[in-house]
């Protein structure tokens, strides 16, 4: 069973969700949870929620599918963060010029499954 969930527009730079992203990629699904919980980074309380919804969405999915479900047993098997829009803003310089300040923004993507969906995309690549 394979679940999807994203996260649009969050306010983080995409380079730096990559370093959280790129932590998590391929572990279990409740480890990563755990990891992301007592890591530094800001940008790993988003990417925190964006797995733990792709969890219950997986729930979902089994129990109206009839199947059953257990955490224990989903890993990430794709992972990913890209770039949203930027966010243009200005800043006042000296001499009465204005410098552009860009704030970038990030929409991730987390993609959780069993081991058998996991073998299944390597087996694609």
Partial sequence: MEAKAQAKYV???????RRVVDVVRGKNALEAVNVL???????A????KVIESAIANARVKAERAGERFDESQLFITEVFADEGPTLKRFRPRAQGRASRILKRTSHITVIVG????????EGAR
């Fill in 37 to 43: 919980r007592f890591a530094p980074q800001a940008a």
């Fill in 11 to 17: 306010r983080c730079t995409p380079m730096k969700a």
């Fill in 114 to 121: 069993d081991k058998a969906d996991a073998a299944k995309k």
């Fill in 45 to 48: 309380v988003p990417v925190r």
